[in-house]
């Protein structure tokens, strides 16, 4: 089995240490057998913290998994929360995973009402936006989705490869507990990058609450895993019908093509 990894970003050589330690924590947790690679976009706005300019990264995301299917790839995982999850499956033809999705859906199974604390207060409102088209904002509490302030940014990132005891993790404690007090009863980390840093500085619960603080990439990738498996050895893999039937290559590819996409 062959996963890509989508980030939603170019390459950037100053996120390193990141990207070492993110391979580092997510490729132990998968089975022996299924191959994983990281792919960067070659366009990106490498900004998603508003709603066009997520829009506008989303197409180019869309074309590096078509890409992706194309080199050969059994299964697609978005990795961002600001990700056009439908506009992918419609496309293509193998499974398509995301953060928000699996992670949320992984939730369902851990506790009775979850919460999901993010990065920044734009990021709010596009995952709450996520909770409404997964049908699952009866299984969330009151304001479901929250973020810590100050907002992050590429140093606090940083510092949590390093540290994330040292200022990440009293941020996000901070707003945890009070989730915890509105009643949820499962934490999802709202960024694909800082829940498998936590897990490897083994922070997984908010302490003394018995409420698991789940690292919410590596969980969904787990899931993306188990609907790879289903579609190569089931041959199930989505709906055909209405919004998941993919559109004539041809027209497809004509749109494409008008936008110099191709």
Known sequence: MKLCWI??????????PLWDKLD???????????????????????????AYAEHINSV???????KAEADGFDGIFLGCWNDPLWEAREVLSVPVGSVSEQSMLAALAMGKRLAVITVSQKTTVAIENDLLAYGLRDRAIVRPVRTIMPESDA??????VSDPHAAFIPRIEEVARGCIADGADVILIGCAYYGPLLR???????????????????????????????????GTVKSTRLQLRA????????ARRSLSLI
């Not at 908010?206 to 089931?234: N, Q």
């Not at 559109?247 to 004509?254: F, N, V």
Request: glycine content about 8%; aromatic content about 6%; proline content about 9%.
């Open 60 to 66: 180019h995301i869309v074309e590096a998994a078509l």
């Open 24 to 50: 580092a924590a997510v490729r132990p947790a998968l089975h022996p057998g299924t191959e994983l690679e990281f792919r960067f976009l070659p366009k990106s706005g490498n900004f998603v913290r508003s």
């Open 200 to 234: 490897m500085a083994g922070y997984s619960e908010v302490p003394g609450t018995g409420v698991p603080v789940v690292d919410s990439s590596t969980v969904a990738l787990k899931y993306l895993e188990a609907m790879t498996d289903i579609a190569l050895k089931l």
């Open 247 to 254: 559109p004539p290559r041809e027209a497809l590819d004509m």
């Open 155 to 160: 140093g606090l990132l940083l510092g949590a």
């Open 7 to 16: 980030h939603p970003t170019t390459a950037n050589d100053a996120l390193a």
